[in-house]
């Protein structure tokens, strides 16, 4: 069935190191990609999004790239920040499934001074 | 706009009390979706409305819990009984026909001793 497998957490970065949280998908047919952010006690909400191979969907200093040969949708941050401390989720979105989207398990990011 | 609204922010109950939650989605959004939130299972989507209809509830843990949708702008989620491993932080979110990005309300922390 459809599926998403997002690297372990946590991760622990001093600020302005170099960030990558790994993502990939099952590859039923041609999903459009999401990162979500959750910060400490608030809800989920859209970082940023891809809906087709190639596109590269940026937000606050992250990207991610929607990589169809790798079934994958990495994201990068070049430095962050400790504000930038929460939990991040990959999401895609399968052709079928209305708004359906399939969260992965979440990858907390604590970063320290 | 005020985004998609819930409440109550947090319930406390004793065990086999009913519990209601209770969701106003964004305006002019087709899709409503109530998600669980647990550290051991994670985001777990119970069940999700178009147009008022629900569409898949296969995510519904038991009989227990019900969820309804009246009208276009209002949605609950009722436990019946309740018991102390139905506590989570439960989200209400909502999506617009034309895209799959879903927007999360606050959610609801609910305690069951």
């Known amino acids: 069935g459809d599926s998403v497998t997002q690297m372990e957490g946590p991760v622990t970065l001093s600020e302005e190191a170099f960030l990558t949280i790994n993502c990939t998908y099952t590859a039923t047919g041609y999903p459009s990609l999401f990162w979500y952010v959750q910060y400490p006690g608030e809800g989920l909400q859209l970082l940023l999004k891809a809906t087709k191979a190639d596109d590269k969907g940026s937000n606050k200093g992250f990207e991610a790239t929607y990589r169809k040969e790798t079934t994958s949708f990495h994201l990068e941050k070049g430095s962050v920040q400790v504000s930038d401390s929460a939990v991040y989720f990959c999401a895609p979105s399968y052709t079928g499934t209305a708004s359906k989207l399939t969260f992965g398990t979440g990858t907390r990011l604590q970063v320290t001074l | 706009d005020a985004g998609v609204i819930q409440s109550p922010r947090h319930e406390v109950t004793e065990m086999g009390q009913e519990v209601t939650l209770r969701c106003k989605p964004i305006s002019g959004h087709d899709y409503l979706f109530w998600y669980r939130q647990t550290m051991m299972r994670g985001l777990e989507l119970l069940i999700y409305?178009?147009?008022?209809?629900?569409?898949?509830d296969s995510g519904m843990p038991e009989d227990r819990f019900s969820a309804k949708m009246p009208n276009a702008s209002f949605s609950t989620l009722k436990i019946q009984p309740s018991e102390p491993r139905d506590s989570a932080v439960y989200f209400c979110?909502?999506?617009?026909?034309?895209?799959?990005?879903?927007?999360f309300g606050p959610g609801t922390r609910l305690t069951v001793l």
């Open positions: 979110a909502s999506s617009p026909r034309w895209s799959n990005e879903q927007f």
């Open positions: 409305f178009n147009n008022n209809v629900p569409i898949d």
